[in-house]
């Protein structure tokens, strides 16, 4: 079974807990949630996280580039994907996703779609096949783990991005 721990998720389903009560339960429906008292005007933001994953510009009759994408549709887009190397948050495709002379990489034409909607977010996702080993390596060492944030904060800044989304995938059986 695969387990997909994404960070916007979390944080939506955290800000729901902050106005209502999941603890009850009402006979008439499988799932109750009863509003509390003391949050009944709070407005939960609602937040459309849009992927863009790189290889989609390559499907055969389907290409989809990210001037495709609508800027006023989602709130959030997340590039698929960064990767770690050697503790290090790099880009997947360097050749792609960087900007040379007159050709505009695949990172800067996402990020440009901020001049439609400023307040648009845009996250650099971090994941792939081989993520687990890696990411449990960083985790277990501190030395290490100040090593990856560092390097992921020199990448986002870098390129403009306004923060990462870890997507990470882990495999057991149950």
Same mark, same amino acid.
Request: proline letters at 3%.
């Given at each position: ?81 960064? %990767? ?5 948050? @790099?880009?997947?495709? #360097?050749? =792609?996703?960087?900007? &040379? /002379? ?39 060492? %501190? ?5 990856? @944030?560092?390097?992921? #904060?020199? =990448?986002?800044?870098? &390129? /403009? ?14």
């Amino acid at each position: 079974m695969k387990i997909n721990i994404l960070f916007s998720v979390f944080l939506t389903l955290f800000e729901y807990s902050k106005c209502f009560d999941f603890s009850s339960y009402d006979q008439n429906s499988k799932y109750s949630i009863l509003q509390k008292q003391s949050f009944a005007n709070y407005q939960i933001p609602k937040k459309v996280v849009c992927y863009y994953s790189s290889w989609s510009r390559n499907r055969p009759n389907a290409a989809f580039n990210p001037e495709d994408i609508d800027p006023n549709l989602c709130t959030h887009i997340n590039y698929a994907f960064a %990767k770690i190397r050697y503790g290090q948050l @790099i880009p997947m495709e #360097i050749y =792609l996703e960087e900007t &040379y /002379g007159y050709n505009i990489g695949l990172y800067q034409r996402v990020i440009n779609l901020k001049r439609h909607n400023p307040k648009l977010k845009v996250l650099l996702s971090i994941g792939s096949h081989d993520l687990t080993g890696e990411l449990k390596r960083i985790i277990s060492n %501190k030395s290490k783990r100040h090593h990856f @944030i560092r390097s992921a #904060i020199d =990448l986002i800044t870098k &390129y /403009g991005f306004d923060g990462i989304d870890l997507n990470f995938d882990e495999k057991k059986n149950y």
